[in-house]
């Protein structure tokens, strides 16, 4: 059983010899075939090529029940890649939206106890089967903008039994849709009201209106209960931290990373959002697959990454969302880092999965062209959640994850026309799904 798609106006990110990612200055290359095929079977690439080979006779064809869509004016590109989401919680943060509208930092909100904590308030109290529900909602949403593969973290839990609720969701995610996902455990996200001190807490002590954190003691938890129970059941591919101000030292992180690191988890952190927080630092020193958000990148942190495996990921909606400065892509770029795109889609800093639209924040906030905002939505963004020897191009053997736009004039038009539908079928594992 094969697909074969044809007269396709631009297949985009054609790969020869495949590569697990590309940095620096070839990130404005890239490879594209006009007027091409491109031949799926299995559930993988096949082939691909010139429509002129395939009308001379000279490209083998699936002897007969294979499937053919007419892509005339149309591009065809390998579906997005989204290396960092927080797409399983429980109902939404609107209201804090409008907080900050009338002046309040995300900091500030998380301080009173609003932020990653609401979320986990409500998370507690939903059932796994309600929290599948509503994450399942999310998960059509995203493969309908293009999205093939996909990283979930938990940390909307903060109890053992709760961040286990939400792998288990994600896993069952994972068993339910074509899309790939990649799963990751962080459970040091925050530090939950019952380590903060509130009042009938067992744990903390309140001290007046100040409320006194018992952080170690969290962190302890972390590393001697949830992540060998996590281990055993295979719930996570990675380990996450939010290595940030007000959150997770740079010392409290190297500690867990290190826990997970005996069992196998290897480290993706949250880094140099809201300050120069050393997570960089942390996370090159362990072989993080990735680092990301980095709004706070200066040379040291270039400096660490230059030489290292580590993918630099930024996440330009939460940059976006929260009025945050941005993080400086044109100089990691243009000192020879490679740069992956991610969504960061969660309640409270990046309400979207959508990565048309993070391309086009990519372009218009960062600065990047649209061939490196390409490849950093595809083979980039693969090799942040581990998979650029089966996803992010074109190539033949990879995952026959692919969608067709629209009709449209070129690659650019994607980024440029930034509030637009463009994407008119999605194919993941060779079938038409959209
Ligand atoms: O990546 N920065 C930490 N975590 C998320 C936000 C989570 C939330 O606010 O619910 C992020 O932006
Ligand atoms: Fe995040």
Do not use: W
Not at 222 to 247: H, K, T, W
């Amino acid at each position: 059983m094969g697909l074969l798609i044809k007269n396709i106006r631009c297949l985009v990110q054609t790969e020869e010899n495949p590569v697990l990612k590309i940095c620096g200055k070839e990130m404005s290359d890239l490879n594209t075939l006009s007027d091409a095929f491109l031949l799926m079977s299995n559930g993988k690439i096949e082939d691909f090529g010139r429509m002129d080979d395939l009308n001379a006779g000279t490209v083998s064809l699936p002897g007969s029940g294979y499937e053919e869509i007419d892509a005339t004016g149309r591009l065809v590109f390998p579906s997005f890649c989204d290396p960092h989401t927080h797409l399983v919680f429980a109902g939404s943060r609107e209201k804090e939206f409008t907080d900050k509208i009338r002046g309040l930092s995300y900091e500030e909100i998380a301080k009173r106890g609003g932020g990653i904590l609401n979320s986990a308030r409500l998370l507690r109290k939903t059932s796994e089967d309600e929290l599948f529900e509503q994450s399942a909602v999310r998960v059509n949403e995203i493969i309908s903008q293009g999205t093939g593969a996909v990283e979930i973290k938990s940390g909307y839990g903060l109890t053992t039994a709760d961040e286990i609720k939400m792998l288990r969701v994600i896993r069952r995610i994972r068993e339910t849709f074509d899309i790939e996902v990649r799963s990751t455990f962080l459970g040091a996200h925050a530090v939950p009201d019952e380590y903060r001190g509130k009042p009938g807490s067992n744990v903390g002590k309140y001290v007046g209106q100040y409320v006194e954190q018992y952080v170690e003691q969290y962190v302890d938890l972390v590393i001697n209960e949830m992540i060998p129970l996590v281990a055993s059941e295979q719930l996570a591919d990675y380990i996450d931290v939010f290595c940030d101000r007000g959150f997770f030292t740079a010392e409290e992180t190297e500690r867990i990373v290190m826990a997970g690191l005996k069992y196998g988890l290897i480290p993706k952190l949250h880094a140099n959002e809201l300050d120069y927080s050393g997570g960089v630092q942390v996370g090159v020193k362990y072989g993080a697959l990735s680092v990301d958000h980095l709004e706070c990148t200066g040379d040291a942190e270039i400096e660490a990454l230059l030489g290292s495996q580590t993918m630099p990921t930024l996440l330009p909606g939460s940059a976006f969302f929260l009025g945050l400065p941005d993080p400086p892509a044109r100089k990691m770029i243009d000192s020879g880092l490679p740069v992956a795109l991610a969504s960061d889609y969660n309640p409270g800093s990046s309400p979207s999965g959508n990565m048309k639209l993070i391309m086009s924040l990519g372009c218009i906030r960062l600065k990047m062209l649209p061939e490196e905002v390409i490849n950093a939505v595809t083979i980039n963004a693969a090799y942040a959640m581990g998979l650029s020897e089966t996803h992010g191009s074109i190539a033949r053997g990879k995952v026959a994850n692919v969608f067709i736009t629209r009709e449209m004039s070129s690659y650019e038009y994607m980024p440029y026309a930034f509030g637009s539908d463009l994407i008119e079928t999605v194919i993941l594992k060779g079938k038409v799904l959209v």
